[in-house]
């Protein structure tokens, strides 16, 4: 009589081989999900910046002028959207970017012109610059491999 008994299991060779393929997996994955999460973020700015472009022309539209002060922060455009003090503190504006902890938003504007922009503060947009202009004249500055907007 043979007692012998069959063990059942993975060898150090079948486990280093499976070890294998997940990091090989994990090395094409996780690039293109860092790529996917960082266009994401630039086409929400680029949404945010073409929605408060509408808004200053609207305000033209109203006015006859675009608002002839600069703003920074969401506050603070929508306070001048509005036609108020910058140092309104409640605002109500038809104008609220979709994300805030990736970008600060600015605008620069004249009577007649005005520059609005998108400055990447998130992990994987800083540095980017977007901007928007009363001619729809778009550009991306210092954020490699997007050089135009997408």
Same mark, same amino acid.
């Given at each position: 009589?043979?007692?012998?008994?069959?063990?059942?299991?993975?060898? @150090?060779?079948?486990?280093?081989?499976?070890?294998?393929?997940?990091?090989?997996?994990? $090395?094409?994955? @996780?690039? $293109?999900?860092?790529?996917?999460?960082?266009?994401?973020?630039?086409?929400?700015?680029? $949404?945010? @910046? %073409?929605?408060?472009?509408?808004? @200053?022309?609207?305000?033209?539209?109203?006015?006859?002028?675009?608002?002839?002060?600069?703003?920074?922060? %969401? &506050?603070?455009?929508?306070?001048?959207? *509005?036609?108020?003090?910058?140092?309104?503190?409640?605002?109500?504006?038809?104008? *609220?970017?979709?994300? &805030?902890?990736?970008?600060?938003?600015?605008?620069?504007?004249?009577?007649?012109?005005?520059?609005?922009?998108? &400055?990447?503060?998130?992990? &994987?947009?800083?540095?980017? %610059?977007?901007?928007?202009?009363?001619?729809?004249?778009?550009?991306?500055?210092?954020?490699?491999?997007?050089?135009?907007?997408?």
């Amino acid at each position: 009589m043979n007692n012998a008994r069959t063990q059942s299991g993975f060898t @150090l060779i079948e486990m280093m081989i499976t070890v294998a393929i997940v990091a090989i997996l994990a $090395a094409i994955a @996780l690039p $293109a999900y860092n790529s996917y999460i960082t266009k994401s973020n630039l086409k929400s700015a680029e $949404a945010d @910046l %073409v929605a408060l472009s509408l808004n @200053l022309e609207n305000y033209y539209q109203k006015q006859l002028v675009y608002p002839a002060s600069s703003a920074s922060g %969401v &506050t603070q455009i929508q306070c001048v959207l *509005l036609g108020g003090p910058l140092t309104c503190t409640s605002p109500t504006s038809g104008w *609220l970017p979709s994300q &805030t902890s990736n970008f600060s938003y600015s605008f620069s504007s004249t009577a007649t012109t005005y520059t609005v922009t998108a &400055t990447g503060t998130g992990a &994987t947009v800083s540095g980017c %610059v977007l901007t928007l202009d009363q001619s729809n004249n778009r550009n991306i500055s210092s954020c490699s491999p997007y050089n135009s907007w997408l």
